[in-house]
């Protein structure tokens, strides 16, 4: 399990300037409670919502999340000229050319914390990094990267040691450590390769496949979604998961609903089966699609990632959603959900605290800016209450990152 506590993001799609989002919690006492923890001398929450216009740079804060596991779990496979997945602000003078930067900070087992992050464009890595802190030490460098070579720490990192001429410019030098084995290197690859999931609210299709073999295999994470469609009240009672094969040895995984038949009284008088993908509406596929990726995270201790949450969702829905991250009954293993939303209803529903939001808007240069709600500073110097009527507020406009819209005469 490693958590999240910051992510920066520099000069790629709409974030001009560095800008950094955290999942650290404020000295605040705001409920709900549950949803920070402590692990030894770091603290960190559960849930974290990121609001904004259309078009202000919210997804592409995820798509930066995503940008960055790709590049790590796939530059290890690049040939020596091919170019990187270059994607930088270009609507100031000279960002063009300039490096795509990314980091971040996660907590590891024993109160470990890492560091990691690098600049790239479309053809080299231009810098890379990785920190370590171990249990109440000081944050040690493991290896740097610069336009002068690579530096690494013989006694930390022994593991690169000589691994420094065989990287070529295009390469991440951690994912070639450990690609070659390095003990380290691997478990900071793990972070990217299973420690958080980026998903889309909005186009889920594809995500059914884990939800339907977690059905499937009857796993854990199936009867937890199961409970989790009843709490709902879908209709079904029920899920089934069957395999077949085509003439052609091609297997696929049919999923069918249970039902209830009533009689004239009302009363469950039989079973009917329905085929889920026919049948069920298209509010409760994307439940399903969601599903496997929610549950894994949460029976895992993983980071979700998810872009436009509440899209074909009823607002409770979404609120039992954000209410299973935020309890420790549901949560035991303190997995986290940061997710974008246009969903106003959250603010005043006293299931985020004012450190778990955060905005995106575009400045007058077409720039992303990333703040939280514990950044605002009201035009009569005091700072928003966490007993205000944060909705309302917002919808006013007091916290920005709403559109401005042409008055219709």
């Given amino acids: 399990m490693a958590t999240l506590l910051q992510f920066t993001v520099g000069n790629y799609r709409s974030f001009n300037?560095?800008?950094?989002?955290?999942?650290v919690p404020g000295s605040i006492q705001d409920n709900p409670k549950e949803c920070v923890v402590a692990e030894g001398r770091y603290k960190y929450l559960t849930a974290a919502a990121v609001y904004g216009a259309n078009s202000s740079g919210k997804s592409n804060l995820?798509?930066?999340?995503?940008?960055?596991?790709?590049?790590?779990?796939?530059?290890?496979?690049?040939?020596?000229?091919?170019?990187?997945?270059?994607?930088?602000?270009?609507?100031?003078?000279?960002?063009?050319?300039q490096p795509t930067h990314f980091e971040v900070v996660y907590l590891d087992a024993d109160e470990t914390r890492v560091r990691y992050g690098f600049d790239?464009?479309?053809?080299?890595?231009?810098?890379?990094?990785?920190f370590i802190s171990k249990k109440n030490k000081k944050e040690q460098p493991y290896f740097v990267r610069d336009e002068e070579g690579i530096g690494v720490?013989?006694?930390f990192f022994a593991e690169g040691v000589g691994l420094e001429e065989r990287t070529n410019d295009n390469r991440l030098f951690l994912s070639l450590v450990a690609q070659l084995g390095g003990a380290i290197s691997k478990t900071v690859l793990d972070f990217f390769n299973s420690g958080y999931k980026v998903i889309s609210g909005l186009n889920s299709q594809g995500y059914e496949g884990l939800t339907e073999r977690q059905f499937l295999n009857e796993e854990v994470e199936s009867v937890d979604a199961l409970q989790f469609f009843k709490d709902l009240q879908l209709g079904f009672i029920d899920i089934?998961?069957?395999?077949?094969?085509?003439?052609?040895?091609?297997?696929?995984?049919?999923?069918?609903?249970?039902?209830?038949?009533y009689d004239n009284d009302g009363v469950i008088a039989g079973k009917q089966r329905f085929r889920f993908d026919y049948c069920e509406s298209q509010g409760t596929q994307?439940?399903?699609?969601?599903?496997g990726p929610l549950f894994e995270a949460l029976r895992h201790g993983r980071l979700l990632v998810m872009d436009e949450l509440d899209a074909k969702m009823?607002?409770?829905?979404?609120?039992?959603?954000?209410?299973l991250f935020s309890n420790e009954k549901t949560n035991p293993h303190h997995a986290q959900l940061l997710f974008t939303t246009h969903d106003t209803n959250l603010l005043s529903s006293h299931l985020l605290r004012r450190d778990q939001i955060w905005f995106t808007e575009k400045d007058k240069t077409e720039s992303t800016d990333l703040y939280s709600l514990m950044h605002i500073v009201l035009p009569d110097g005091s700072k928003p209450r966490g007993d205000g009527n944060l909705e309302r507020n917002y919808i006013k406009g007091r916290y920005g990152a709403v559109p401005y819209l042409r008055i219709i005469e």
Avoid at 17 to 23: A, G, I, L, N, Y
Avoid at 69 to 80: A, E, G, I
Avoid at 120 to 130: A, D
Avoid at 286 to 291: H, T
């Fill in 240 to 261: 089934e998961a069957m395999e077949r094969e085509t003439e052609k040895g091609m297997k696929f995984i049919d999923v069918f609903t249970m039902h209830n038949v």
């Fill in 314 to 323: 009823h607002p409770l829905i979404s609120q039992h959603i954000i209410k």
């Fill in 153 to 155: 720490d013989e006694m």
């Fill in 120 to 130: 790239y464009n479309l053809r080299q890595i231009v810098s890379e990094w990785l």
């Fill in 62 to 97: 995820v798509m930066a999340l995503g940008a960055m596991k790709n590049m790590v779990l796939s530059s290890v496979k690049l040939n020596d000229h091919d170019l990187l997945s270059y994607d930088p602000f270009l609507l100031a003078e000279n960002t063009g050319s």
């Fill in 286 to 291: 994307k439940l399903f699609e969601l599903a």
């Fill in 17 to 23: 300037q560095e800008r950094t989002f955290s999942m």
